[in-house]
């Protein structure tokens, strides 16, 4: 698909989930099971993927990529699958505001149990890296799990506000916190280095340009060069703590949880930072890449991911 230019940043796009939107798809489901919803769901998001030509172009641009580097779909993908693609979105939605508030079926919860889930119950806090993958709030599951786990999620959006009322609606105890981030300043790195300190853990996506002009670094993803942003490696640098990946893909009827270590330590040396960070994001994009070929649909960038501009100068 060619790259177009001047292509939109994605918080310039806007956004255009509602909070109060999500709360009656809720409610339509908790009253007349998930059928009905998908059945009210599916004309809204027909119209939206009609109406929505750079999330459209965009869904289009990601399939065919996928496509070309896997041949995970089997078939060129059509606009059939973009509609898909932005349906399970949706229903995600639903699974998200479910698991906010308890209420997604704990059988159809898969957790991936490896020796990192024995570092969390000794209380030794890190970081998270993810991305706007899956269904992430089902990680709470975790909490559940683990007694006194709290994740604080770094967002950037206006929105945060809003979701982080929607979260204590649903569930007042819930172990996730969002703190909306536009500027990394020495109050907030104190505050998130309390937090890993305490045990707790600081989740970061990775797939999304800084919102201020932050700087990013190009990597191979889905055989194209993709920008993606350092500041998870230079946060968890200056906490010195452990990193890990978090992701949480549908498989069948339900979701599974993974979460793997990434790095003991990030170190970034001060003759050599620059190819450090360029290893650690490339290290990253193949994560990803693992993540969206076990799970196509499950990738919710609908906006122009190649065509960002990396700050690479």
Request: charged share 20%; hydrophobic share 45%.
């Amino acid at each position: 698909m060619a790259t177009p230019q001047g292509a939109p940043h994605w918080a310039d796009i806007g956004e255009s989930t509602s909070v109060a939107g999500v709360l009656v798809l809720y409610w339509v489901h908790r009253w007349f099971g998930r059928w009905p919803f998908r059945m009210c769901v599916w004309p809204v998001v027909a119209c939206h993927w009609l109406g929505n030509r750079v999330g459209r172009q965009a869904s289009m641009q990601y399939l065919q990529r996928l496509q070309a580097h896997s041949g995970v779909l089997g078939r060129a993908p059509t606009r059939r699958d973009s509609l898909r693609h932005f349906f399970a979105f949706a229903d995600t939605m639903l699974d998200k505001t479910l698991a906010i508030g308890g209420r997604y079926p704990p059988e159809r919860i898969h957790l991936h149990r490896t020796p990192v889930l024995e570092r969390i119950a000794q209380r030794e806090g890190g970081l998270i890296l993810t991305a706007h993958i899956g269904c992430l709030e089902l990680c709470q599951v975790l909490a559940e799990r683990v007694p006194g786990l709290r994740i604080t999620v770094l967002v950037h959006t206006a929105h945060a506000q809003r979701f982080n009322r929607l979260l204590r609606r649903l569930d007042p105890l819930a172990a996730v916190e969002l703190v909306q981030v536009t500027e990394m300043g020495p109050a907030t790195a104190m505050m998130l280095a309390d937090k890993v300190a305490a045990g707790g853990f600081v989740a970061i996506v990775g797939d999304r340009t800084p919102v201020g002009g932050g700087r990013c670094l190009s990597a191979d993803f889905l055989g194209q060069r993709a920008p993606f942003p350092i500041g998870g490696y230079v946060l968890a640098a200056a906490l010195g703590c452990p990193v890990y990946t978090m992701a949480c893909l549908h498989e069948g009827e339900g979701y599974r949880i993974v979460f793997e270590p990434f790095a003991d330590r990030i170190v970034l040396p001060r003759g050599s930072r620059d190819a450090a960070l360029s290893n650690q994001v490339q290290r990253y994009a193949g994560w990803l890449e693992q993540q969206v070929i076990q799970s196509p649909l499950d990738w919710f960038n609908f906006f122009p991911f190649w065509d960002q501009a990396p700050h690479d100068d």
